[in-house]
């Protein structure tokens, strides 16, 4: 392994939404929760058309769920844990470097 979480980042945001539908699939992508109604949800499946891939697009700021098991390896390895704002903070450098 050897690499930083850094390194596993991308410098520019993909479109997953865009990739999806040069495969064919149907694809939606979100900018904002407020999206994320059940309204939506009924269009999703409605049509009948699937799979359907939903591209959530989300702020460098947000750290998901990721980072428990992060501190999980880190400890594996004897290193402290990161605190989320730290892990905001990495994610948030690396996106500006990319």
Known sequence: MGRSLESTRFGRRLDFAKMADSFGLRAVAIEDVRELSPKFFA?????????????????????????????????????????PADMATILGEASVRG
């Open 43 to 83: 269009g999703l499946t409605g049509s009948g058309e699937l799979p359907v891939l939903v591209d959530c697009r989300i702020s460098n700021e947000v750290v998901g769920p990721g980072l428990s098991r992060y501190n999980q390896v880190r400890s594996l390895l004897g290193k402290t844990p990161i605190s």
